[in-house]
């Protein structure tokens, strides 16, 4: 069973750098890894994922040219890295897992298709 837990989150000001991670519980081979955030009140937004070899990458418009998706499946990990934080980034960043979501259409955008979270890590960003 794929458990995950997400890690680097904190409080950080406008501009600033944060790395973010997500460890597997098993060698993730096969699975497309993805990131997402929510706030309170509101529905879990897509960030960006990342397919099971690593070669093929995707992001929320909101999070292109400032983020970084990456993955290492012998180290059983997953970091996102995003640049230029403004207060509205400020969210719960969770970390998802699935076999079978694919690229095709738009489906990996949507929580629902995702199988397996993680608990969230809290991304506070000050202004």
């Known amino acids: 069973q794929m458990q995950l837990t997400e890690s680097g989150g904190g409080l950080v000001q406008a501009g600033d750098s944060l790395r973010l991670s997500c460890l597997t519980s098993?060698?993730?081979?096969?699975?497309?890894l993805g990131w997402f955030r929510q706030v309170p009140g509101k529905e879990r937004e897509f960030v960006a994922a990342i397919s099971w070899r690593g070669d093929s990458t995707y992001y929320a418009d909101s999070m292109k040219g400032r983020s970084t998706i990456s993955r290492d499946n012998t180290n059983n990990s997953m970091v996102l890295h995003v640049t230029s934080l403004k207060p509205e980034d400020t969210a719960v960043y969770y970390c998802?897992?699935?076999?079978?979501?694919?690229?095709?259409?738009?489906?990996?955008?949507?929580?629902?298709?995702?199988?397996?979270w993680g608990l969230g890590t809290q991304v506070t960003v000050s202004s």
């Open positions: 098993i060698r993730p081979f096969s699975f497309i």
């Open positions: 998802a897992a699935d076999k079978s979501v694919g690229f095709g259409g738009l489906g990996y955008t949507q929580p629902q298709s995702w199988d397996f």
